[in-house]
């Protein structure tokens, strides 16, 4: 039997622990330490829309990679019936940008087609932008303050173990056989990153039943989902301020009912920051660290920045495949 402890019980940590439990079955015994778990976590404040976003120099094939398998996961708990319970939905995307086209992940994404160069313009003199591009696409959507319970549930039920606790030191996680790290913007201090890059979000949560797509133009976004309408948004790099700000929210509101007049009507639930656990690149990678005299393998998992509930699932499945080389388990491919 594998002694297992993780840290982190943000979508990464809930993910992975899964993932590792799926993997290794009876072998393991998995531990979650956390000092937040759901609705506190960042991962709770995210519209959960399946996009690769800011990901700063992570290699694009990587991106792809995690992204597809995730993609592929959404779309299973949306089709077994699991949806509801896993905060799963599909969702209309209507997508300009002030970079020219790019094809990247078009092949994942359902029905990409180019929009009009005169709905591109209009949306430039609404905003006073210059847009370049625009596609429209379906694409899966999975609300984090659903998924989160339902991850922690599927754990639960299968032997985990949920420690509410900070870890001050990784040295002090003594008597397990590898340390998974899943401890999202923690890593500056935890781990001592110097990598890391916080990314602040803003984002209002408003009742708008009647909204069917999610439109994201520029940093404005509407992005509807099972249990609200998210409006955002910011992306301001360095910046760790947790406090709402009204400057903000006036800009986000102003962008949305632009674009989208009957937001306008919409009454607000909720205003939420979070900070994106930014990071040069995702860290994904083993190394070893001294635990009480004890060499103990580490599994490092965090950095995702705009897009962890993106790449959640395809990034617990590479974690658990180093596991199991960790600890000498072969690995037979599942995928
Ligand atoms: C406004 C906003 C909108 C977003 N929208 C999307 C979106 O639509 N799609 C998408 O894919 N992504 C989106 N994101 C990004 C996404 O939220 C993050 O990439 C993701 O949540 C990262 O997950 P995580 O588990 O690594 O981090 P977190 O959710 O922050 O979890 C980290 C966990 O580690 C724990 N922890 C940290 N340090 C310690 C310690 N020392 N001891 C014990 N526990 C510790 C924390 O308590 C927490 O439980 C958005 C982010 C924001 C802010
Ligand atoms: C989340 O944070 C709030 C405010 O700090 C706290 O009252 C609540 O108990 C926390 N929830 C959980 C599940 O930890
Ligand atoms: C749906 O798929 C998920 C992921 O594979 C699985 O955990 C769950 O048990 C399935 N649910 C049903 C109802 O089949
Ligand atoms: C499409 C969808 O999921 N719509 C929901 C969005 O959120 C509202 C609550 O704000 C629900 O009533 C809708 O059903």
Not at 35 to 46: K, L, Q, R
Not at 76 to 87: F, R, T, V
Not at 122 to 127: D, I
Request: proline share 4%.
């Amino acid at each position: 039997m594998f002694n297992i402890a993780i840290v982190g019980s943000g979508v990464i940590g809930l993910s992975t622990a899964t993932v590792i439990q799926d993997y290794l079955k009876s072998t393991a015994k998995v531990t979650i330490y956390s000092e937040n778990v759901s609705p506190n976590t960042t991962s709770d404040v995210a519209a959960g829309l399946w996009t690769p976003y800011l990901f700063f120099d992570t290699s694009e094939d990587k991106i792809l990679e995690w992204a597809a398998l995730t993609h592929n996961q959404f779309l299973k708990l949306w089709k077994n019936g699991s949806a509801s319970e896993a905060g799963v939905s599909l969702q209309f995307v209507k997508s300009v940008s002030e970079a020219p086209y790019s094809p990247f992940a078009k092949h994942i994404k359902f029905g990409e087609q180019p929009m009009m160069p005169i709905d591109i313009e209009e949306m430039s003199k609404l905003l006073k932008q210059s847009f370049q591009s625009g596609v429209t696409y379906v694409t899966v959507a999975c609300e984090p303050i659903k998924y989160l319970p339902y991850l922690l549930e599927q754990f639960l039920k299968h032997g985990g173990t949920l420690k509410r606790e900070k870890v001050y030191h990784l040295e002090h996680l003594s008597g397990y056989d590898l340390i998974v790290n899943c401890c999202g913007l923690g890593a500056s201090d935890l781990n001592g990153d110097t990598q890391m890059r916080p990314v602040r979000g803003q984002v209002v949560r408003v009742k708008a039943p009647w909204q069917f797509t999610s439109v994201l133009v520029g940093n404005v976004y509407i992005i509807p989902n099972l249990s609200y309408t998210i409006l955002g948004g910011t992306s301001q790099i360095g910046d760790c301020d947790i406090s709402i700000r009204d400057s903000d929210t006036t800009k986000i509101l102003h962008g949305c009912n632009t674009l989208v007049p009957s937001i306008k009507n919409a009454e607000i639930i909720q205003h939420n920051v979070g900070i994106r656990p930014g990071r040069i690149k995702v860290r994904l990678e083993k190394d070893i660290i001294n635990v009480n005299g004890k060499q103990t393998p580490i599994i490092h998992n965090y950095g995702h920045g705009g897009c962890g509930i993106t790449l959640s699932y395809g990034c617990a499945i590479s974690t658990a495949i180093l596991v199991k080389e960790a600890l000498n388990i072969p690995h037979m491919s599942k995928l």
